[in-house]
């Protein structure tokens, strides 16, 4: 982590109003200052080179908010003496970036080159973002953009290709503990916490600079008349909301953390992403359709029972509604994380569908087909069939195959759960049919 400011690194009164938000007058003003993207900004990071080296390619900058993606933008362009030109994709169309590109390419024939920063670049349509391709290859900007949003997903390849995506870490609880000092430095008091609220204080930023700084403006804002303890602070101030979109990256990670500690028998940390989903406002039911793919999927006929439970999960939840039936999809998530696991009827579902198509339309053997009218008869259907039931040990080891086609596996148990029974029976039924069709 960087050093905390030294009083004369702080804003001087005259550079910015008393009245502008905390976390305005705390805006680092060199990169060495930025705390928490040592991995970037510092020597050996990319952005720490770009600047060593003076020469600056596009980039995207990929990260959670409050993280300092504006600020590193900023800073970026003042050390390499660039024009910082900022717009935002959720204000500016088509027109705003046709008179940025204008202006940037007067700029650059009196020799000042430009910086153009892009905040909330995902928010762009696929248009919009192709507009750029030409004014970055061109050198007539150098695309500097933001994004909270995988840039994978939200951004065309060509401008991908064109820029190094660089990502910034949520901050950890030292950078945000550097934040709370330096708030302290420059007001010239001492947060109005306990030691166990500020740890809290801390904790609830989720990684967030900015709204911890709002937070601690709101506790300057209100006269106390002793530290609060953390029972206090919570009842003074909200906890921020987990960042979390039903629709995008945050959503499939966390589902995929889920169903990964599922597969993975932990049922502490299963428990734990279902937590994080359902309170980040995610729909039980989605989380119950995942849990019944699951329990088909992952656990099979090692625990026949595990289906159940997420059905019967389902029929609670639709009964009892939120939030108390949310006790039934807890129940069958820790049914599922700690059932015996098994693949084995998927893997049997993908060989069968596949074979199923390669082989077209082969016809069963006659003996196994049913006999309706007289005329299927005279031809052999049902001819020489066995019925199971009545032979010894109620299996006939007949050929169920069609005769251009040799018998296949596509189920193999496995030795785990109920499985291992099953890998009994057809293993007892395999050597019975070997030796009948030997008989």
Known sequence: MTDLFAPDDLPAADDMADTAPLADRLRPRTLEQVVGQEHLTGPEGAIGRMVAAGRLSSIILWGPPGTGKTTIAR??????????????????GVADLKKVFAAARDHGRRGDKTLLFVDEIHRFNRAQQDSFLPFVEDGTVTLVGATTENPS??????????????????????????????????????????AAAREA????????????????ETLYSIALPQPLDPAGLSALLHRRVAVY???REGHYNLISALHKSLRGSDPQAALYYLARMLTAGEQPLYLLRRLVRF????????????????????????????????IAIVQACLYCATAPKSNAAYAAMKDAFRTARDTGSLMPPQN????????????????GYQYDPDTADGFSGANYWPEEMDPQIF???????FEARIAERIAHWDRLRSERQKG
């Open 75 to 92: 800073l970026l362009a003042d050390a390499v003496g660039m024009r910082f030109e900022p717009i935002s994709a959720v204000f500016s």
């Open 153 to 194: 997903f939200e951004l065309n390849a060509a401008l991908l290709s064109r820029a190094q995506v660089l990502i910034l870490r949520r901050l950890d609880a030292g950078a945000l503990e550097q934040l709370l000092d330096r708030g302290e430095m420059l007001t010239g008091r001492p947060l109005p916490l306990d």
């Open 201 to 216: 204080l801390v904790a609830s930023a989720d990684g967030d600079g900015r709204f911890l700084l709002n937070q601690v």
């Open 245 to 247: 979109d039903k629709d």
């Open 295 to 326: 329990a088909a999927e992952d656990i099979g006929l090692a625990d026949p029972q595990a289906l159940v439970q997420c059905l019967a999960a389902k029929e609670a939840y639709d009964f009892l509604g939120s939030p108390e039936g949310e």
């Open 368 to 383: 196994i087909l049913n006999a309706p009218t007289k005329l299927m008869k005279q031809v052999g259907y049902g001819k």
């Open 411 to 417: 189920y193999a148990p496995t030795d785990r759960g």
